[in-house]
């Protein structure tokens, strides 16, 4: 049986290596799509600094009336101060002008009478840059704004936090059992990414890579008509289902090790630059050592659970008599498989009894979720590799047992 798997599987090896387009199509997305990405960052960030180099045009409109918000607009390197041109409708209509900002006449009375001061703030529409310089100037007003309110504070020798009688500080309960740690002290990125992303990106991940390689092996063998060729070899069925399954797992571990790379290397960069304050940013080390421990756990739940799909397309499409009917059967379980992500991340309170981690797919669904969450109990974790474990031995029995039966593999041919 294992002679035979072995050839089976360097059979199937040699055709993938030299499909030169289909190890394009598997291989070169998950890497493309992050060079892009990067690559229209880089181009994004570029323009940013070109244009903070030359400045938006900005015009104000009565700034003698407020000479400290017109100071701190000047130090907006994004924003340039610029002369009322003759037509200011047309100006920003053309985009000659990014902004115009309208102060009142009568802005100073205003705030000598601490009465609400309102200013008008117009942004051309040509392009995305005049959003970035209507940030600008809303900082600059805010920062001026406080810079009055504490002026009106200080005149009646009153504490700043006078203001802001009642502070909330969140932090975050600690993980139970295993758990791939906050990466942020006190953040909720980790339980975002296990409890909303995580699970519907396994699905995903499930359906990419091996499992088109397993329609190309069985029902690809019917369309080729070399099915009949390949039954009057000596290998045993059990042998070629093996064979077959076994190279689409390689492909389907390296296609997903891409993609988990591609998430947990954005999640590390979202953790280098955190909102928070500086205090709650964990060491580097530290961050690198839970991503660590997350993709080990994903891998591990990942396997068993990439094993049973890969043998239930197997038996699926060794039944199936053309790619038609195949991708038929394929394009309901595709269907299928993210309603179970939604079940899992929301039917499912925070402590589910233990049988649900025992469920095919939802079980390790469920433990991704917690994993990345709460945590969950190493038992648990236990209880659910076993039964995925088993559900993935089931399901390579059940393509053999199809792939033994002639009814099956005669079918469409």
Not at 253 to 263: F, H, M, P
Not at 284 to 311: E, F, H, I, K, R
Not at 355 to 378: E, K, N, Q, S, T
Request: glycine fraction near 8%; hydrophobic fraction near 55%; proline fraction near 6%.
């Amino acid at each position: 049986m294992f002679r035979a798997m072995r050839a089976v599987f360097v059979k199937e090896m040699r055709d993938l290596v030299r499909d030169r387009r289909t190890l394009l199509f598997l291989f070169a997305t998950p890497v493309l799509i992050p060079l892009l990405g990067l690559v229209s960052g880089a181009f994004l960030v570029w323009q940013i600094v070109r244009q903070a180099d030359e400045g938006m045009p900005v015009v104000v409109v009565n700034g003698e009336q407020l000479p400290g918000l017109v100071a701190e607009l000047e130090d907006e390197s994004l924003l340039q101060l610029v002369d009322t041109p003759p037509n200011l409708e047309q100006a920003l209509q053309s985009g000659e002008l990014t902004a115009l900002l309208e102060v009142p006449p009568d802005a100073v009375e205003l705030l000598e009478a601490e009465k609400p001061l309102t200013l008008t703030l117009t942004s051309s529409r040509s392009g995305w840059l005049p959003d970035f310089a209507v940030v600008s100037i809303q900082d600059a007003v805010g920062e001026y704004t406080d810079g009055i309110v504490r002026e009106r504070l200080a005149r009646r020798e009153l504490d700043p936090g006078w203001l802001d009688p009642i502070r909330l500080e969140r932090e975050t309960a600690a993980p139970t059992g295993v758990a791939a740690a906050p990466i942020v002290a006190g953040g909720a990125l980790p339980s975002l990414m296990g409890s909303i992303f995580l699970t519907l990106a396994v699905t995903s991940w499930t359906f990419s890579g091996g499992l088109s390689i397993v329609s190309h092996m069985t029902v690809g063998e019917k369309e080729r008509c070399t099915m009949e060729s390949l039954l009057v070899t000596p290998a045993s069925r059990i042998g070629i289902v093996l064979g077959k399954i076994a190279l689409s797992l390689i492909v389907s571990v390296v296609t997903i090790g891409l993609w988990s790379l591609d998430s947990l290397a954005y999640v590390f960069l979202l953790s280098i630059f955190p909102a928070g304050p500086v205090a709650s940013v964990m060491p580097v080390a530290a961050q690198v050592g839970y991503l660590s421990l997350a993709v080990v756990w994903l891998v591990l739940l990942m396997l068993p659970l990439m094993t049973m799909t890969n043998g239930l397309v197997a038996g699926i499409c060794t039944f199936a008599k053309n790619y038609r009917e195949s991708n038929l059967f394929l394009g309901g379980l595709q269907l299928l498989l993210p309603g179970l992500a939604f079940l899992s991340t929301f039917g499912f309170g925070a402590a589910p009894p233990a049988v649900v981690y025992a469920l095919p797919v939802v079980g390790v669904m469920v433990a991704i979720r917690d994993l990345f969450g709460g945590g969950v109990a190493p038992g648990i974790l236990v209880l659910t590799w076993v039964a995925a474990a088993a559900y993935a031995v089931g399901s390579i029995l059940l393509a053999t047992y199809i792939f033994s039966r002639e009814w099956a593999l005669m079918r469409g041919v």
